[in-house]
């Protein structure tokens, strides 16, 4: 847990300090001296009477009672090291950037177990092992460079791997991008990066405290707690983006049905980061991008202007919005015309608005004014502007940095020479502005922060389903997949509509049961996960004949049990699913099905329980959205049923988290009806 002796210790001692600052407890003790630490600084190492000019103890045992202990000696050395700490000398937090525990193998696994039960018994904090260290306000405490300078409205950073920080607080400098708070949380063997997003949540003060948190994760070892907290930071004024690693889940699942082999852990975090209002990046350089937005006046709409003096760059910067469903719309009328003619011949006001490679800082301004006041229907501007080398370009960015000031509008300002231009972009750096170095990775990254949905309620009421039958059929099923009936019973008690079905193993029985179902039919093998793949589905059976024939045929295909006869609907073929990833709710997916849930992969996914308006947005979001809608002289399906739907399978797997795989692939549409054709259902217990 975070505590005041980590983020503002009185007292620091370093084990392990060296005067080879090459060495990690070499640099970590400079850092901690350069950095102004203004506490009582000890360094402990039996082979120098002084390091650093600082007195060197032979023994832990030695030293005064200290608040914090950065650790930078072998791991087997620890465990009995913050013994001593914790019990002789009150020390409440502890940082350990020595390697070789959990990570490299049992005994390093149970050293790590030993330590934290140390620290746990003295309510202490313990950072690492296996990471940077930490940087705050009042202590410089990690061994890399470069760091950093605080910044107190700069941006908070949590990151699961020490390099990977490096690298961002790397880039990010160049970009202008600054820091506040840095953890780096290595291993996490007790306080992981859910448990500093705790703290930040809890004590955040939206007057004093840095506004924007970068998040870099390799684990997500507690998504309840993160969302809660991610929630609640975003709904208190806090901007969030967040880096998930080893999202894919490649060779970590058997996929038994369709929803197994179109589903990954990054759909199952996408949906978690959007119920929490997170920005989720799939890069550094997209993390800092979108760090630099969140710096900038918040976008209010989709419009965007492009103003440039480089068509190319204009050309992917419009294609990248757009692909993100922002807009460079067209800017004409009278007040484009008198823009027009304060500019060059041969510029373009289009939007983009090209003021060509001679186009000159007074240009520059009166371009942003129009835009700012007599284009309405703009909400933002991107300004790319680089050089050829051909001119000083400092007063150009002189005049972009005065805009960004006072307008109201959102400005963005990609400057992409980054060697011929070098001494102005620091400059306009040096004034406290950031920068976009690539103009196609600012327009996802827009996208990405304009497409993210505000943080859910806590609190979601899931639609009413017979909760008693449910849990009748869950705990009297055995693990694995469900059989017909009992699957029937589930989706009959969370009221998903469903079409007819008999089910028999003897041709005299099926047709017994068939009465005078209209023709044509479907019928199917039972037994086989994949009917499809396995032959076992036939359509378009007119009449009895037909149907005896097929009878035999399906019942020979191998693993068949039984044959499946429905009534063969019409319509538009949807789909819903459920997977459930390990430490997560369950994650819930829609999209168009048939066969071509697999082959376009066009799903959306949202993390149980779900809202009406969160179904609402999966539907949306689906690339096939059109076709639900209706499209090319062809109706479409029931929209407000099919979100209903996706609610139904959402209370379905709260009252049963059993359920660890489902299909209902696929759902028939119309506009009148959307009614469910297959179902698959697996459960664990």
Same mark, same amino acid.
């Given at each position: 847990?975070?505590?005041?002796?980590?983020?503002?210790?009185?007292?620091?001692?370093?084990?392990?300090?060296?005067?080879?600052?090459?060495?990690?407890?070499?640099?970590?003790?400079?850092?901690?001296?350069?950095?102004?630490?203004?506490?009582?600084?000890?360094?402990?190492?039996?082979?120098?009477?002084?390091?650093?000019?600082?007195?060197?103890?032979?023994?832990?045992?030695?030293?005064?009672?200290?608040?914090?202990?950065?650790?930078?000696?072998?791991?087997?050395?620890?465990?009995?090291?913050?013994?001593?700490?914790?019990?002789?000398?009150?020390?409440?937090?502890?940082?350990?950037?020595?390697?070789?525990?959990?990570?490299?193998?049992?005994?390093?696994?149970?050293?790590?177990?030993?330590?934290?039960?140390?620290?746990?018994?003295?309510?202490?904090?313990?950072?690492?092992?296996?990471?940077?260290?930490?940087?705050?306000?009042?202590?410089?405490?990690?061994?890399?460079?470069?760091?950093?300078?605080?910044?107190?409205?700069?941006?908070?950073?949590?990151?699961?791997?020490?390099?990977?920080?490096?690298?961002?607080?790397?880039?990010?400098?160049?970009?202008?991008?600054?820091?506040?708070?840095?953890?780096?949380?290595?291993?996490?063997?007790?306080?992981?990066?859910?448990?500093?997003?705790?703290?930040?949540?809890?004590?955040?003060?939206?007057?004093?405290?840095?506004?924007?948190?970068?998040?870099?994760?390799?684990?997500?070892?507690?998504?309840?707690?993160?969302?809660?907290?991610?929630?609640?930071?975003?709904?208190?004024?806090?901007?969030?983006?967040?880096?998930?690693?080893?999202?894919?889940?490649?060779?970590?699942?058997?996929?038994?049905?369709?929803?197994?082999?179109?589903?990954?852990?990054?759909?199952?975090?996408?949906?978690?980061?959007?119920?929490?209002?997170?920005?989720?990046?799939?890069?550094?350089?997209?993390?800092?991008?979108?760090?630099?937005?969140?710096?900038?006046?918040?976008?209010?709409?989709?419009?965007?202007?492009?103003?440039?003096?480089?068509?190319?760059?204009?050309?992917?910067?419009?294609?990248?919005?757009?692909?993100?469903?922002?807009?460079?719309?067209?800017?004409?009328?009278?007040?484009?015309?008198?823009?027009?003619?304060?500019?060059?011949?041969?510029?373009?006001?289009?939007?983009?608005?090209?003021?060509?490679?001679?186009?000159?800082?007074?240009?520059?301004?009166?371009?942003?004014?129009?835009?700012?006041?007599?284009?309405?229907?703009?909400?933002?501007?991107?300004?790319?502007?680089?050089?050829?080398?051909?001119?000083?370009?400092?007063? %150009?960015? !002189?005049?972009?940095?005065?805009?960004?000031?006072?307008?109201?509008?959102?400005? &963005? $300002? #990609?400057?992409?020479? +980054? /060697?011929?231009?070098?001494?102005?972009?620091?400059?306009?750096?040096?004034?406290?502005?950031?920068?976009?170095?690539?103009?196609?990775?600012?327009?996802?990254?827009?996208?990405?922060?304009?497409?993210?949905?505000?943080?859910?309620?806590?609190?979601?009421?899931?639609?009413?389903?017979?909760?008693?039958?449910?849990?009748?059929?869950?705990?009297?099923?055995?693990?694995?997949?469900?059989?017909?009936?009992?699957?029937?019973?589930?989706?009959?008690?969370?009221?998903?509509?469903?079409?007819?079905?008999? %089910?028999? !193993?003897?041709?005299?029985?099926?047709?017994?049961?068939?009465?005078?179902?209209? &023709? $044509? #039919?479907?019928?199917? +093998? /039972?037994?086989?996960?994949?009917?499809?793949?396995?032959?076992?589905?036939?359509?378009?059976?007119?009449?009895?004949?037909?149907?005896?024939?097929?009878?035999?045929?399906?019942?020979?295909?191998?693993?068949?049990?039984?044959?499946?006869?429905?009534?063969?609907?019409?319509?538009?073929?949807?789909?819903?699913?459920?997977?459930?990833?390990?430490?997560?709710?369950?994650?819930?997916?829609?999209?168009?099905?048939?066969?071509?849930?697999?082959?376009?992969?066009?799903?959306?996914?949202?993390?149980?329980?779900?809202?009406?308006?969160?179904?609402?947005?999966?539907?949306?979001?689906?690339?096939?959205?059109?076709?639900?809608?209706?499209?090319?002289?062809?109706?479409?399906?029931?929209?407000?049923?099919?979100?209903?739907?996706?609610?139904?399978?959402?209370?379905?797997?709260?009252?049963?988290?059993?359920?660890?795989?489902?299909?209902?692939?696929?759902?028939?549409?119309?506009?009148?009806?959307?009614?469910?054709?297959?179902?698959?259902?697996?459960?664990?217990?």
């Amino acid at each position: 847990m975070i505590n005041k002796q980590l983020l503002q210790p009185e007292s620091i001692v370093v084990i392990g300090a060296s005067n080879d600052i090459k060495k990690p407890g070499g640099n970590m003790l400079k850092n901690i001296i350069s950095g102004g630490f203004k506490g009582e600084l000890n360094v402990i190492n039996p082979k120098e009477e002084k390091v650093q000019h600082i007195k060197s103890y032979t023994s832990v045992h030695e030293i005064p009672k200290t608040d914090l202990a950065i650790l930078a000696i072998p791991a087997k050395y620890c465990p009995e090291t913050i013994k001593i700490l914790a019990e002789e000398k009150n020390t409440k937090a502890f940082i350990i950037i020595s390697a070789g525990f959990a990570e490299a193998g049992e005994e390093g696994k149970m050293w790590e177990q030993e330590i934290e039960k140390t620290v746990n018994s003295v309510d202490g904090c313990l950072i690492g092992p296996n990471c940077i260290g930490v940087i705050t306000k009042n202590y410089k405490g990690v061994f890399t460079a470069p760091v950093p300078p605080f910044q107190p409205k700069g941006c908070d950073l949590i990151s699961g791997s020490g390099a990977t920080a490096v690298f961002i607080m790397e880039a990010g400098m160049a970009l202008g991008v600054s820091f506040a708070n840095v953890f780096s949380t290595g291993n996490a063997a007790q306080t992981s990066a859910e448990d500093i997003l705790e703290y930040m949540d809890l004590h955040f003060d939206p007057e004093v405290d840095p506004l924007v948190k970068l998040l870099y994760l390799e684990t997500i070892s507690d998504p309840e707690k993160l969302l809660k907290h991610a929630s609640s930071l975003i709904k208190k004024g806090a901007k969030i983006a967040a880096i998930k690693a080893g999202s894919t889940a490649e060779g970590s699942r058997a996929a038994t049905s369709h929803t197994g082999a179109i589903a990954s852990s990054d759909m199952t975090v996408r949906a978690l980061f959007n119920k929490a209002g997170i920005v989720y990046c799939s890069s550094r350089e997209q993390l800092l991008s979108v760090a630099a937005i969140f710096n900038y006046k918040k976008l209010q709409g989709k419009n965007i202007a492009i103003i440039t003096h480089a068509g190319g760059s204009a050309v992917m910067l419009a294609d990248q919005l757009s692909k993100g469903g922002l807009k460079v719309p067209e800017i004409a009328g009278p007040d484009a015309d008198k823009l027009k003619s304060f500019l060059y011949p041969g510029s373009s006001i289009a939007n983009p608005i090209d003021f060509l490679a001679t186009g000159t800082a007074e240009q520059l301004g009166i371009i942003i004014d129009y835009c700012e006041h007599k284009f309405d229907h703009i909400d933002a501007m991107v300004v790319v502007f680089g050089s050829a080398g051909l001119f000083d370009v400092e007063n %150009v960015y !002189n005049v972009l940095s005065v805009k960004l000031e006072i307008c109201n509008k959102p400005i &963005f $300002p #990609v400057l992409p020479s +980054v /060697v011929n231009a070098q001494r102005e972009i620091q400059s306009f750096l040096k004034k406290g502005h950031i920068h976009f170095p690539d103009e196609v990775v600012l327009g996802k990254a827009l996208a990405q922060v304009f497409n993210t949905p505000e943080p859910m309620p806590e609190e979601i009421s899931v639609l009413e389903i017979d909760t008693k039958k449910i849990r009748n059929v869950i705990d009297s099923a055995s693990e694995g997949y469900l059989s017909t009936s009992q699957t029937v019973d589930l989706l009959d008690a969370a009221r998903i509509p469903r079409v007819l079905e008999i %089910v028999e !193993n003897s041709k005299e029985k099926l047709f017994a049961a068939m009465g005078t179902m209209d &023709f $044509p #039919v479907v019928m199917k +093998v /039972v037994g086989p996960l994949h009917k499809s793949d396995a032959m076992g589905v036939v359509m378009n059976i007119a009449n009895k004949e037909e149907a005896a024939e097929t009878f035999d045929i399906l019942m020979n295909i191998e693993s068949t049990t039984a044959i499946m006869v429905q009534p063969q609907l019409v319509g538009l073929e949807l789909f819903v699913g459920v997977i459930k990833e390990t430490g997560f709710k369950h994650t819930i997916l829609c999209g168009l099905g048939g066969i071509f849930i697999e082959v376009l992969n066009d799903v959306s996914a949202g993390l149980s329980p779900i809202s009406k308006s969160e179904a609402k947005e999966m539907v949306h979001s689906l690339r096939g959205y059109q076709l639900i809608q209706g499209a090319r002289g062809k109706k479409g399906a029931n929209e407000a049923i099919f979100i209903e739907i996706i609610q139904r399978l959402s209370a379905l797997v709260e009252a049963a988290p059993e359920i660890l795989e489902m299909d209902i692939n696929p759902l028939i549409g119309t506009q009148r009806a959307i009614t469910a054709v297959d179902a698959r259902i697996r459960i664990g217990k």
